[in-house]
């Protein structure tokens, strides 16, 4: 009973997110049946349907393509299904089977960068009754229940596979003809190196078909923009180039102050997307299978990996001097959200690009070629095989809908479809786009000369050197694994700590790349020995006990932080309902609110964190596993650290700034007015419009405005500023002390000193330059005072600057309203405290210390705890808004985030909040305790 209470909690929450987001929606449900007059109505959802508003011809024809299929189903299903159904009508219905048409519906759903749609539709209740599938998502969805096998004999879908021989021709089977897809239907629609990915063991331990590909396949190539060849004089690529001429060319071209880039590359966690195909030509592997134990291995990190790891980061950050004499750093561009642009303006010489099967692409060739990847320095070339996928979703509950799903799937890449799609689009110009072999098979041999030279065969290259993508045991996370070790190579070059042999420099990058492996195939694979889950279980067991106590003694304290004192000698009064009876019916609705949406859904799900949870299919029973797990995850301290990192931030940047702001403003003796309205229009601009133009201040180049103004600061500038702010503390101290608040003073000269290393570190890459003996920097210091920034910063993915950089637009932004409420109190401050301070010679520091801080007390302390439980609730969106968790800023939130919605864990990631939660309890209580002594008072009116 407690597990099928389990199950309903989650998908409860998220049909409540997403009817919020569907109510605008014609249909909010997955398939259903329309009994309509004379007729039979099938409703189909779909993940996704092509726009028939969009003009352009390639949309043109997938439209035309979907309209055929809803003309031409009343056909097949007469056909298929009308004498079935109307035989059984027990199991399909009573309906008119003899007059059906299908109606299908475009699903909704929010979309959030790292998660899967259809995961929170299936989380909710809400999903689709036909899925998106990808190679890397495909085993995490199979494993997870979300798919239904298309093999099953009496479903009549695919046939009956289970005598059939799959080789480099195809599949072929003795009685092919005995229902479902005939092989050439078959062989038509799936490539040979796509059948491992879509036929596998699922759930139960049985060997399935699970997706079919439509669009056919997709090779990775690499495309070239001619203009910018020419222009630095440059051969073109052909198909014998190597990583070597790759190198050359990426260095020739790149121009940073013309703005030109060699190569397009990437950030985020799906970086190592751009190296897999380095690794794979390198003669690496992502991971393997062993038959025999069947199991799955993670495998990239091997002597191989790290060649292809030291090539990609020289690509990435190898340093240089330009004509100029200025620091650069690598000869690609990494900048996601500019790097479409940039290619579309010829700024950037060459990108890794799918190519399709059927539609080999739509790119100019007057100005853009293509070839394949590069060999390797073993002559491998390691492109990748790619496709997408279509795959049913394993709860539809209506055997009619998911028979009309699979006739969608079934015709929207037929050859039918095919021949309609390829009329459309050679009417529309595209025809020299198409594979030649379509155009030869659909009656337009005539076009074929006009197919761009050699692109036929560059893909043919394409899928016979490309490897699946990962696809192994929850591979959808393959890329987060292999984007670790990337960004440590990279930070280490960009901070000269590579040793300069390429024999030490490798060791480095193997070393980095076992490091991240193991933790690979700990968190995919779930490979952990039997004597360290003892352990991890014994130190869970230890700590979940310590944390019952410890929450036992914390509520009980709150009880009695907040149980009223007894009047005189009485007893302390308890709940005293007759009493207070009007107040508690008052309280009563938004009690019950808070109960209803917060502690019941928070009890009810917290037993997830000793399941492994799973949405659809049977939860397991783990015990404490998930605790042990986590007490012995690094990366999860390390999020907890960084989240101590941002609150600390968040509450020295946009706590306390917004007093010293209302104290000014409050003092200032002209121009009150438009100092305030200057402070606060930030306030009018919207988070997101915030977010995207510091993105761009941001920019890592000496074009962003930040860099341009930090560049032509020298180092004595930073210094000073930091000398000043301490000077300030200090003078703070110094009045403390004087009168003998010594805690205090402490506070201010530590609170100095971390300012004035704080901003004196923003001139370390001046004073101290990567790889340089500490005694040869201190040495030059006073020369260096006076010299600028070498190189740009990057603000976003440096770690050292990262965190900070996501934490000032908040202050910009908060600075106006954080200081109004201070305003406010301050009028309250009567003037007479004021002129008594003048009396007895007050500073203006004393007149702080002993006035305003007395009478803003209580107001501040409010403030801090609205400020410090903000900071970690707040830090998982603007954390993910800013830089994805890239540059060591993924907070503890977002990790948990991460480990639930992208990982599909979401028993530790239950496990994560409630550890969380109890590292906030005691700060929380400590807080209630001195809040509960507080009283508040009107502030009288002055004369």
Known sequence: MKRKSLRRTIPLLFRLLFLACLFTSDEAEAGWIEDAPDKTIIHLNVWTLPDPNNPDTFTRAEV????????????????RYSEKYKALPGKYGQHNWDNVEIQLHKST???????????????????PDILYVNFRKSDNYIQAGFLYPLDKPEDGYLGDLREAEIDGDGISRSDSDLGGMTDEELNFRINPKIWPVIRRKGPHGKVQTWAVPYGGALGKVLAYRKDLFDEYGISHPTVDWTWDDLMAAAKKITNPAKGHYGLQLGRGKHESWYWITFLWSAGGEVMVYDPEDDSWLCTFDTHEAAIALDFYTHLSAEKWIDKQGKIRRGYSSKDASENSA???????????????????????????????????????????????????????????VRDAAWEYIRFYDAREAVALKTQIMVEG???????????????????????????????????????????????????????????????????????????????????????????????????????????????????????VIAFTFVFRKISRIFTAPGEGDGEQQTWAFRKYLPAYLMLIPAALSILVWSYIPVLRGSAMA?????????????????????????????SVWNALRYSFLVIALTFMPPIVLAIF?????????????????????????????????????????????????????????????????????????LNEMYGGAIGFIGAGILLFLGFSSLANPILFPGGEAMVDSLLHIPLRLFSFMPEPNKWLTNPETAMISCVIPMVWAGMGPGCLIYLAALKGIPDDYY?????????????????????????????????????????????????????????????????????????????????????????????????????????????
Request: glycine share 8%; charged share 20%.
């Open 610 to 638: 000793f399941f492994d949870y799973q949405i659809l299919r049977e939860s397991t029973w783990v015990g404490v596993d998930n605790f042990g797990d986590l007490l012995f995850d690094d990366a999860w301290w390390l």
């Open 342 to 400: 940039k290619w579309e303006r010829g700024e950037i010489g060459m990108q890794f690009m799918y190519v399709d099967e059927k539609l080999l692409a739509t790119i100019n060739p007057e100005v853009v070629g293509m070839v394949p990847v590069p060999l390797g320095p073993t002559g491998k070339r390691g492109a990748e095989l790619n496709s997408r996928m279509m795959g049913l979703f394993s709860r539809i509950e209506d055997p009619v």
């Open 429 to 547: 110009g595209l025809g020299r786009f198409i594979n030649p072999k379509y155009l030869r098979m659909f009656g337009y041999s005539e076009i074929e000369r006009l197919s761009p030279k050699g692109w036929a065969e560059y893909f043919d290259i394409a899928i016979a050197t490309g490897k699946p993508e990962p696809y192994g045991k929850n591979s959808n996370v393959a890329y987060a694994m292999m984007t670790f070790p990337i960004q440590e190579a990279e930070q280490l070059m960009l901070n000269d700590q590579l040793p300069q042999t390429d024999a030490a420099r490798l060791q480095v990058m193997h070393e980095l790349l076992i490091k991240h492996n193991h933790r690979a195939n700990v968190e995919m694979i779930g490979l952990v020995t039997p004597e360290e889950r003892s352990t991890r279980r014994t130190v869970a067991t230890i700590v979940l006990l310590a944390i």
């Open 64 to 79: 035309a393509g979907v309209n055929l299929f809803k003309q031409r189903f009343p056909d097949f299903f007469a056909e």
């Open 835 to 943: 002129e008594a301070a003048d009396i007895d010679g007050a500073s203006f520091i004393d007149k702080i210390l002993f006035v305003v801080f007395p009478m803003l007390k209580a107001l501040i302390l409010i403030n801090f705890v609205g400020a410090f439980i903000g900071s970690w609730y707040a830090a998982t969106g603007n954390i993910l808004l800013m830089t994805g968790g890239g540059g060591n800023t993924e907070v503890a939130g977002l990790h948990i985030w991460y480990k639930a919605f992208t990982y599909l864990k979401f028993g530790p990631a239950t496990a994560m909040a409630w550890m969380l939660g109890f590292m906030l309890i005691g700060f929380t209580v400590h807080q209630l305790q001195i809040l509960s002594r507080v009283e508040f008072r009107a502030a009288t009116k002055k004369d």
């Open 665 to 737: 403003l409050q003092e200032v003796p002209r121009g009150k007015l438009v100092f305030r309205t200057i402070y606060y229009l930030p306030a009018v601009i919207t988070g997101l419009v915030t977010v995207l133009m510091w993105k761009q201040f941001y920019e890592p180049s000496e074009n962003g405005a930040l860099n341009a103004l930090m560049l032509h600061i020298p180092a004595i500038g930073f210094v000073g500023v930091g000398l000043a702010l301490l000077i300030v503390a200090l003078a703070f101290a110094r009045r403390l002390h």
């Open 109 to 127: 759903g929010i979309v959030v960068e790292g998660v899967e749609v259809d995961l929170l539709q299936i989380a909710g209740d809400l999903a």
